[in-house]
């Protein structure tokens, strides 16, 4: 999903109701997509706390409470539901 002119927010899909988005900047093109294609948002994958990276996490949770965020220590701030750390994997 483009957003900025550097930064794109990555949306996967095993099916579904199983949507990935990773590195969310924004909220509203993720929920435009989201509605657009009929997915459900099942979980949120941060790599670091940057803002143009995780400024659509709250706006997303709002919309999707139930939503997964799963992220390492520095990313904190936005209440992960899942600290990830080092080389761990997340399936």
Do not use: M, Y
Not at 38 to 43: E, M, V
């Amino acid at each position: 999903i483009a957003r900025l002119t550097v930064n794109h927010i990555w949306l996967f899909c095993r099916d579904r109701q199983r949507s990935v988005v990773v590195e969310p900047g924004k909220a509203e093109p993720v929920l435009r997509v989201l509605s657009q294609q009929q997915l459900s948002l099942h979980a949120i994958l941060l790599s670091h706390h940057r803002g143009d990276h995780t400024a659509g996490v709250e706006p997303l949770r709002r919309h999707c409470p139930d939503v997964l965020v799963i992220g390492p220590q520095e990313t904190a701030a936005v209440q992960p539901t899942h600290l990830v750390q080092g080389r761990e994997t997340v399936t």
